[in-house]
Each structure stands twice: as structure tokens, then as C-alpha cells.
């Protein structure tokens, strides 16, 4: 079974503070994604990465940077972390096209920033 | 704009019938339309994917339909069982390469004893 794991489930951090949120898979998909998830709003994608190095802008990119050292790593970047940025933060991973497009998402890290 | 509306009030259906979803599209020509299920707290789970030249896909007591003219898929769960009761996402893929998907909002479904 794909497995995408995420570093943490609930993360409190201070306004202004850097965030990391760190995502793994263990399928070796060339394909990773972040979304952020809030009532009202549904998942909505702020990075994709297509390869190790490569990165891609969703749909809600301000305020956070990604980074992809190693295929199986992707990481989430908040520079400073603001209250809006309060939400359900989202992992997944796809194989190449052409493979199938189905994601497979990770448990999810719920961070609140005070 | 590109919109994907899904019911947003919650389906109540009584043990045993089928559940009928629906995602409704605009502003889209997607080459693929997905549906996964999301448990509370948890990620989504991918359930079934359909392409633009698929009419219908089954998967155990599971369909989805695809109609590219009325811009409409149908998720359709059979003999419902109250573990059937989760929110169920929409999402498509509008062409080739490694774009995210778009997701609809959900629907969330509660099958009754």
C-alpha cells in the first residue's frame, strides 16, 4: 500500500514563527502536492512538484514556499506564519502521468497559529 | 470562472437504498473526473476515476457516470450501509501533466439504520 506520512497531526505555532511541515511517500511518485483545507472553502492546492528540484504554484501560493531535495520528500514552508494560515494542511502524492492520476493523501497536519 | 458545485447540505439516505451524488462542473474541459471519500480528521481516499470517453465505471457496489455534454458525474453507492457515511469529493483533472487537482466542495452523505 502507498503510504504518505506527514511529520506531524496538530501543530501550534506563534504568530511570525517559520513552520516546516515535512511530507514523505514511500512509492516512489514523481508527483507531490500540498492543499490546505478549510469549512466553507473545500481543498484548495497552494504547491505541486513534478520532480526532485521542480516546483509549481497552485492556486494559493502566497505566504508559503516549498521545497523538494529527494523525490521522496516534500516539504511546506510557511516564512511567517500569520493566523489566516490557521488550517487542515494536506499531503499528497501521484504517479507519473500516464500512470494514473489518483492521489494519495496523508492523515493531514491541523496547525493553529495564535 | 471554473466552478465545480457539489450539494452542499448534508444526503440522508435510509440504510439499504442507493445514494445518489452529484458534481456538476463549469468552465472545464477535463480530461479525467475523480472521486475520492474523506472520513472526519483524516485524508481524502481516492475511490474511482473516470476519463472523458468513459460513460460509466463500476468498482464493487460503486458508479460513477460522466456525461461531458451536461458537464455532470454521478456517484451512485448501492445497497448503503451506515459505514457508507463520509463526505465524498469531486475533483478533476483538466489535461495531461502534473497539475493538482480542482476539488469540489463535498458532499456530506449519511446513511441511516
Known amino acids: 500500500d502507498v503510504k504518505v506520512t506527514q511529520s506531524s497531526r496538530y501543530l501550534v505555532k506563534r504568530t511570525g514563527e517559520k513552520v516546516f511541515l515535512e511530507c514523505v511517500q514511500d512509492?516512489?511518485?514523481?508527483?507531490m502536492f500540498w492543499y490546505r483545507q478549510d469549512p466553507g472553502l473545500g481543498l484548495r492546492l497552494i504547491y505541486f512538484s513534478y520532480d526532485v528540484k521542480m516546483k509549481e504554484k497552485g492556486d494559493i501560493p502566497e505566504g508559503y514556499s516549498v521545497s523538494r531535495e529527494k523525490k521522496e520528500r516534500f516539504s511546506l514552508i510557511l516564512e511567517s506564519a500569520s493566523t489566516n494560515q490557521t488550517s487542515m494542511y494536506l499531503c499528497a502524492s501521484s504517479p507519473h502521468w500516464g500512470q494514473g492520476l489518483e492521489q494519495y493523501f496523508g492523515p493531514g497536519t491541523r496547525l493553529t497559529v495564535t | 470562472s471554473q466552478k465545480i458545485e457539489q450539494n452542499s447540505e448534508a444526503l440522508n439516505i435510509q440504510e439499504g437504498k442507493t445514494a445518489t451524488l452529484t458534481c456538476n462542473y463549469t468552465n472545464y474541459s477535463p480530461a479525467y473526473l475523480q472521486w475520492y471519500r474523506q472520513d472526519p480528521g483524516r485524508g481524502p481516499v481516492f475511490l474511482l476515476l473516470i476519463r472523458e470517453n468513459e460513460k460509466e465505471k463500476r468498482k464493487e457496489r460503486l458508479k460513477v457516470t460522466f456525461d461531458t455534454t451536461l458537464k455532470q458525474s454521478l456517484f451512485h453507492i448501492t445497497a448503503s450501509q451506515p459505514a457508507d457515511s463520509a463526505t465524498y469529493l469531486c475533483?478533476?483533472?483538466?489535461?495531461?501533466?502534473?497539475?493538482?487537482?480542482?476539488f469540489g466542495k463535498g458532499t456530506h452523505l449519511i446513511i441511516q439504520p
Open positions: 475533483a478533476l483533472v483538466a489535461g495531461g501533466g502534473a497539475d493538482g487537482l480542482t
Open positions: 512509492m516512489d511518485h514523481e508527483n
